[in-house]
């Protein structure tokens, strides 16, 4: 089970999450986030796989922030093209595409990237485009039956354990947290996530 950790940027709390046991740890390189990463902390992540999120953004200015922030993968929230998927997976990275989700029907465009991207990441539809802290009906995700494996986000909190250990899909790879185990924008608590990585790695692996 992969635990992503998402909208980090303070160099302590990269090393602390690190040590919390985070399988992946997300930077947002969208400046109307709250969590958006101006800079690149004195401190990355070398036990974690770097994810770079970004919203829209063009190939030009992902690679040149692959380089700088030593990126595994990308994490695209808007609306990236199959074909920008494509140069992206040519030029050596990792590609997750994020699909917002409230219906069946958003599912649906999946099917055009399934076989160019590593991972898809189910998301809460919201009027922004990441970062709501709220959950989607889980159960949609059963009309899922593409192949590519996905990480579910949205609204994930401490108290969301006992709903993920009742949650299943073959294509279920990992999960993504973020606002709910904040103590202020892109600051997370790391005891707290270090406590919920323990308790579901001990129930899923
Ligand atoms: O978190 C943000 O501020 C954000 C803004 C714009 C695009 C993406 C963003 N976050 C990316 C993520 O992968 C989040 O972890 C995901 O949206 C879930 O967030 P939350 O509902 O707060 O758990």
Redesign the pocket.
Known sequence: MIV?V??MREPENIRAIEQAGADWM?F?F?P?????VTHCPEYLPEQCRRVG?F?NESTENILLKAQEFGLHYI?L?GRETPEQCRKLKTAGLGIVK?FSIARESDLRPVGCYEGICDYF?F??ACS???????TFHWDILQAYQAKTPFLL????RPGSLSSLLQFKHEQWAGI?????FETA?GLKDSAAVHTFINQLKQKIQ
């Open positions: 992503k998402c909208g997300g947002i969208f109307h986030s709250a969590r958006y999120v919203v994490q929230h994020v990441l998301d809460t922004g485009y990441g970062g709501s802290g709220k986000s949205g609204g994930l993504d947290l973020n606002s709910g924008p």
